[in-house]
């Protein structure tokens, strides 16, 4: 039976507007480029050795070839190469040139792409020695795969119900794009090759410790970096072999892992280029990657987006994260989970909290109804603080008050009737806001010292505040902290007139434990961190969510075996890394861990639905029946009914069970309704009952949260961060109302189908304005006519302005206020303008580009034009008075419609040469 829909957009008008101008003030860094190096596509029939031949016989540019990408499959027909003697040649002059050659379909720099090891906890305790480990769950040591799911992302996502029914992904090979695994560890196969659980792939980088130039070999071992041995467990990990018990999403299938990045997180575009066509040309049944560029948010033009996109158009699923910019606000979903027909997933925080903590036993002089004397070891676990007790301990516990719900506990000096606290372990409770009540630790730990207390143990105010404790005072010698509900249990214990004695272990002997705390705050809401879509052209995005905050799994044998992972970026794990690739700015990419369980996912409806995997329809099912979640600001619980925005988690939190079992099909996965100017106002769909039985469905519709994609600020409006203001007032720009077309059926299903689209024209959202772009001197504007001394050494191709010379070279700062895919920066001649023979796109007289400009395909990242003296085709520019011209391409603009850039001109400055070596102002 099928039946047709015709859904009319009901454009209630919402609208959508942004926060602080914190990414105005800052020039956010672009990928690393790698110089006198392309990427290079060619028409499908062009041979890449003729090309190479016109390159040195026409321009006399003589190249070295790096990597050849594609060679067997007819998706990609290019290579990576090198210009030898670079020095003479302009970048984007020289990929022009290339441009232009018929043979050529495209032409792109190589970026370094650098990979965050990511936010991990760490055990805090020392590494224990095997078999030293307890651990607080429920599932004890010998786990057999029969034994039920209880992980918690699973259990979140439906995936435990599908392993219930042991399907487990059999019959699927997920290829993983990241940095190698560790597949000695027990849980991942404990080895490579045919017949292991990680069975096929290829290293791309090789192993030297500190990264270095690429020395590719067949075995995509990681001894050093761990990311990727994060992801293959959350992809497969074994819970027969495990632990801590757990499995991966899809236990059942192969791994193929594809090492993109060395020991120092390094790799390329072009590795990954080159990484993508040989999973797919080795004949991987998906694609998974937990990593993105963020740098050219929201745009899909990089290599890598495009050849992700052209996978995903031939049926392949590629899944990947959305990215963890979060705090950016709209339009910025990462490279390639931008790219079309590529699942983009974002980040749900787990609803339990795994920590790894230390271990600890105490014993109290109670007797029980049966007078068995209760002094057998109890267990505790506790984060130990600074400073720790240089020995191990046991000591009476001794508690400041007796309120679980005080704010304020040794805030002030204790009573006089306190007894002599030298011996005592005191017990108090963290204060939640330490500067709303004035009370620091150390505060505390002085009233406790006045005392004659050394030994402190805090009970955390809540399950996700549990951390390490520092108290700088005088005379304290050991502090822990332990978790609420022990706090409150001791207390009980001692408002009962129960004695507790506390061991508190030595610091070389103290034993890990992992612990998870249920998180009744954040938990099963969208992570604050996840980053928000649609792209700049209004394609959906992210299009589904699944638990990618705080994530247990394996981790690298050497470093403990097991970590908790989160999508947030942090510190990389090798800082002193040496990088052969030249870095001209420092990078920003980020990696995030909810889509490994996603990639999982859809190898678990391989088999249970049979056949071959359509990304398509995989998609659509993936899609209708994910589970959309409410609404949370990030900061206070809100559990409102209002549904969280479509552009922060697509359809919602996945559901595997629903899906592998969907017998309601769509043909289509989301409705487009795209802006004003191309407002698509009728949307036709069909529904097609797959089941044997008959339905009646019901269509509905579920109204999302609306949000203003923009804010107004003193320097106008900007792209708003996360959380954005809600729609409860006006403002100038206006986006966004969306939601879901809910349909229900008479066999209980709950379908959904998001739609999304902007109220306003994205043509006439300005780009650049007299605030967002000027001369400047770091953030601030310079006065007309200031004169710059400039020494000749800013000429030479290889000079690299660093920070101090954003106060002393002339320099344009540019804050998009959204992506553009085109800005040009013009140098006009002010003393002779008989020289301007140029023009900018809108007309303006000129001397030509500025070096190094123009850039494409930009979020919205601020950038710094520099005046080197040089324009684009090389030409030196004499002394004399100049002024720049920054032209920007609306989205959706046309190159030759002049209304459709935005154009700003900085004030006229003066320039002269000298001989040193440091410019000045
Ligand atoms: C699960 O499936 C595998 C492979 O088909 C089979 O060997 C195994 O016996 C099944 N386990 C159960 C509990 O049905
Ligand atoms: C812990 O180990 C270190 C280094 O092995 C040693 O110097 C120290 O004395 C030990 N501390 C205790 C309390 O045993
Ligand atoms: C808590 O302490 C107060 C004051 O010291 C006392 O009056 C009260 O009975 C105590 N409550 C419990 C449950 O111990
Ligand atoms: C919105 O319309 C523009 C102009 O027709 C088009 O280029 C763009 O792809 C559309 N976006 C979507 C998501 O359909
Ligand atoms: C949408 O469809 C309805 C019914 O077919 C039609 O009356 C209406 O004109 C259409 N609107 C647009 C904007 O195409
Ligand atoms: C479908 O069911 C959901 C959940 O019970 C409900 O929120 C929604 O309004 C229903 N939609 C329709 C069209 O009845
Ligand atoms: C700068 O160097 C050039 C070439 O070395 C020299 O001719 C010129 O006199 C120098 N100028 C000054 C001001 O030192």
Redesign the pocket.
């Known amino acids: 039976m099928r039946i047709s829909g015709v859904f009319c957009a009901l454009f209630a008008v919402v609208r959508v507007t942004a926060k602080t101008a914190a990414n105005a003030s800052a020039p956010a860094a672009s990928a690393n480029l790698v110089h006198g190096s392309y990427i290079v596509e060619l028409e499908a029939n062009e041979s890449l050795v003729d090309f190479y031949n016109a390159l040195s016989s026409e321009h006399g540019i003589k190249t070295e070839e790096r990597m050849s990408m594609g060679r067997s499959s007819k998706i990609f027909n290019g290579a990576s190469f090198k210009v030898l003697d670079s020095a003479g040649h302009d970048s984007p002059k020289l990929m022009d040139l290339i441009a232009a050659k018929p043979a050529v379909k495209s032409i792109w720099p190589v970026r370094t792409v650098t990979l965050d090891a990511g936010k991990t906890e760490e055990p805090k305790t020392k590494s224990p020695s095997p078999g030293s480990q307890k651990r607080q769950e429920s599932r004890t040591d010998d786990n057999d795969d029969s034994s039920p799911d209880t992980f918690m992302p699973h259990l979140m996502t439906q995936i435990d119900r599908l392993h219930a029914l042991n399907i487990t992904g059999k019959g699927f090979r997920i290829a993983m794009m990241d940095s190698g695994v560790d597949y000695t560890h027990p849980a991942l196969g404990g080895c490579f090759g045919p017949g292991c659980l990680v069975e096929h792939g290829w290293d791309f980088v090789g192993d030297a410790p500190r990264g270095g130039e690429p020395e590719p070999d067949a075995d995509p071992y990681d001894g050093c970096f761990g990311h990727g041995t994060h992801v293959a467990g959350s992809i497969a990990a074994q819970a027969s072999s495990n632990k801590y018990g757990f499995s991966g999403a899809a236990p059942g299938a192969k791994l193929w892992s594809y090492r993109c990045w060395n020991c120092a997180g390094v790799g390329s575009n072009e590795i990954l280029v080159a990484s993508f066509l040989r999973a797919f040309e080795d004949g991987a049944d998906i694609i998974q990657c937990s990593n993105g560029i963020e740098d050219f948010a929201g745009w899909a033009d990089e290599p890598w987006a495009l050849v992700a996109s052209r996978i995903a158009q031939t049926g392949v699923p590629v899944i990947v994260s959305g990215g963890n910019s979060g705090g950016r606000g709209m339009f910025s979903p990462s490279t390639p989970a931008s790219g079309l027909g590529v699942v983009s997933v974002a980040a749900v925080q787990n609803q339990n909290d795994p920590i790894f903590v230390s271990g600890g036993s105490y014993t109290t002089n109670e007797v029980d109804q049966n007078n068995d004397n209760k002094s057998a070891e109890n267990a505790y676990t506790f984060f130990a603080g600074t400073p720790y007790p240089a020995m191990a301990l046991t000591l009476p516990l001794w508690s400041v008050g007796n309120d679980t719900e005080s704010v304020s506990d040794a805030c002030s000096p204790l009573p006089d009737d306190t007894p002599d606290l030298s011996d005592k372990l005191v017990l108090l409770r963290a204060v939640p806001d330490a500067r709303a009540s004035n009370c620091y630790p150390p505060d505390q730990g002085r009233n406790i010292q006045a005392k004659g207390g050394k030994y402190m143990a805090y009970y955390a105010y809540s399950n996700t505040s549990w951390d390490e404790q520092f108290i700088y005072a005088d005379g304290i010698e050991g502090v822990i902290s332990v978790a609420p509900h022990q706090g409150a249990a001791w207390l009980e214990m001692l408002g009962r007139g129960v004695q507790v004695n506390v061991s508190i272990p030595d610091k070389n002997s103290t034993k890990e434990v992992l612990v998870e705390l249920e998180d009744h705050e954040t938990g099963g809401f969208a992570a604050d961190f996840t980053s928000w879509g ?2 700049w ?4 995005k992210p299009q589904v969510a699944s638990p990618g905050g705080r994530i247990l799994s394996t981790y690298l044998t050497a470093m403990g075996s097991y970590r908790v992972m989160s999508g947030t970026s942090m510190g990389k794990l090798q800082s002193s890394a040496i990088l052969s690739f030249r870095q001209d700015e420092s990078a920003d990419v980020v990696q995030k861990i909810a889509s490994p369980l996603v990639a999982g996912l859809i190898a678990l409806m391989g088999e249970a639905r049979g056949g071959k995997l359509d990304s398509k329809l995989f998609r659509r099912i993936l899609s209708t029946t994910s589970k959309p979640l409410p609404w949370f600001d990030g900061k206070t619980k809100t559990k409102a009914d209002i549904l969280a925005p479509v552009q922060q988690v697509g359809s919602g939190l996945v559901q595997a069970y629903d899906a592998v079992f969907a017998q309601t099909l769509f043909d289509v996965d989301s409705l ?1 309704l ?2 004003t ?2 407002f ?1 106002a009728n949307h036709t769909f069909t529904i097609e009952n797959a089941g044997a039985e008959e339905a009646t469905y019901e269509i509905g519709h579920m109204k999302a949260l609306s949000m203003y994609a923009k804010v107004s600020t003193l320097s106008g409006d900007v792209l708003a961060g996360y959380p954005n203001p809600t729609v409860d007032s006006w403002a100038e720009l206006t986006f966004s109302p969306d939601g879901y077309v809910s349909i229900n059926s008479t066999r209980a299903e709950h379908l959904v189908l998001p739609y999304l689209g902007v109220v306003g024209s994205m043509r006439s959202a300005p780009i650049l304005t007299p605030v967002t772009a000027f001369l400047a001197n770091y953030g601030s504007p310079v006065d007309a006519n200031t004169s710059y001394t400039l020494p000749r050494s800013v000429q030479d191709p290889a000079f690299e302005p660093n920070t101090d010379d954003d106060g002393r070279l002339p320099n344009m700062l540019l804050s998009p206020i959204m992506g553009t895919r085109l800005l040009h920066v013009h140098v006009v001649a002010l003393d002779e303008t008989s020289k301007n023979d140029m023009k900018t796109p809108t007309g303006v007289p000129c001397l030509g580009a500025l070096g190094g400009w123009p850039k494409r395909y930009f979020a919205a990242v601020s950038q710094r034009a520099y005046f080197l003296g040089l324009l684009a085709d090389g030409t030196v520019l004499p002394p004399g008075s100049y002024k720049m011209v920054a032209s920007a391409l609306r989205i ?1 603009g046309d190159e030759s419609v002049a209304e459709d850039w935005d154009v700003i001109e900085t004030v006229p400055f003066s320039v002269q040469y000298s001989n040193g070596t440091a410019p000045s102002r």
């Open positions: 649609p792209n052209e209004l394609e959906p487009r795209n802006d100017d191309h698509v959706f």
